[in-house]
């Protein structure tokens, strides 16, 4: 019960920005790694909250769960969450949604080619979380990227203020979105503002999850 008397947020699966009572903007996270995260911050004793996106998946034991739809309802409930000892945002948060949502079914017209969609920026939940007064000492991201997987994932590292970030390469088979497995590339500050690295798996998110969670150990005894 190393995380005993600890509290821990996570936040996982997509979500979902209406556009009109039938459609929205979503993307292919199906929660699994955000899942297996909660699910071993429980195991290791944390009092542990899981705000998730809209995902087809049980809630680990010992886990309270707060379902959300949008990017500004997970925004919501992850800052009403804290304080918290550790936040790890695995959730694939939408970085635009709709400027307006239509209350009816937006319709075709005859002869029309193109619909134009205005989309503006989301709230930034991770880096909102590390600027907070009620900061938690440890503030993990995750990072999704096709390409330049390192040079990405410690900018965010940089420009969002977090603690350590877990990168993950998405749009190959066996890794990243939905897939049962992942490989990642763990990034952490180190007290002297030098970077520490790790790479972890191939392996089952499961198993990843622990691994992530013994660093993010490591990094509150340090
Ligand atoms: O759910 P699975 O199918 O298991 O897939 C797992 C995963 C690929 C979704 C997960 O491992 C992952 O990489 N999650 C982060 C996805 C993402 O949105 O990455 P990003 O590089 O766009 O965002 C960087 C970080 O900022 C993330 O911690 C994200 O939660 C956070 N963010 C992004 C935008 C925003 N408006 N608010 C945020 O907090």
């Known amino acids: 019960?190393?995380?005993a008397g600890l509290r821990v947020v996570v936040s996982a699966g997509p979500t979902y920005e209406d556009l009109d009572p039938v459609r929205f903007i979503g993307n292919r996270s199906s929660g699994k790694m955000g899942f297996a995260?909660?699910?071993?911050?429980a195991r290791r004793g944390a009092r542990t909250v899981l705000i998730a996106g809209p995902v087809h998946l049980p809630t680990p034991d010992g886990v309270e769960r707060i379902d959300v739809r949008s990017a500004a309802q997970?925004?919501?409930?992850?800052?009403?969450?804290?304080p918290a000892d550790v936040y790890v945002g695995a959730a694939a948060v939408a970085d635009f949604t709709p400027e307006n949502i239509a209350s009816s079914k937006i319709k075709k017209t005859a002869g029309q080619d193109?619909?134009?969609l205005r989309l503006v920026r989301t709230p930034d939940i991770l880096a909102d979380v590390a600027r907070d007064a009620r900061r938690p000492r440890c503030v993990v991201g995750f990072a999704a990227e096709t390409d330049d997987v390192a040079h990405y994932a410690r900018g965010k590292l940089e420009?969002?203020?977090?603690?350590?970030?877990?990168a993950n390469r998405v749009g190959v088979a066996g890794s990243g979105f939905e897939s049962d497995d992942n490989a990642l590339n763990v990034y952490?500050?180190?007290?002297n503002d030098a970077v520490g690295e790790r790479a972890l798996?191939?392996?089952p998110k499961t198993t990843?999850?622990?691994?992530l969670m013994d660093l993010i150990e490591e990094r509150l005894h340090a």
């Open 188 to 191: 952490w500050r180190e007290n």
């Open 208 to 211: 990843l999850a622990d691994a």
């Open 159 to 166: 420009k969002k203020n977090i603690d350590m970030i877990a």
């Open 1 to 3: 019960m190393s995380l």
């Open 37 to 41: 995260v909660a699910a071993a911050a």
């Open 114 to 116: 193109a619909l134009v």
């Open 74 to 82: 997970m925004h919501d409930a992850v800052l009403r969450a804290l």
């Open 201 to 203: 798996g191939p392996a």
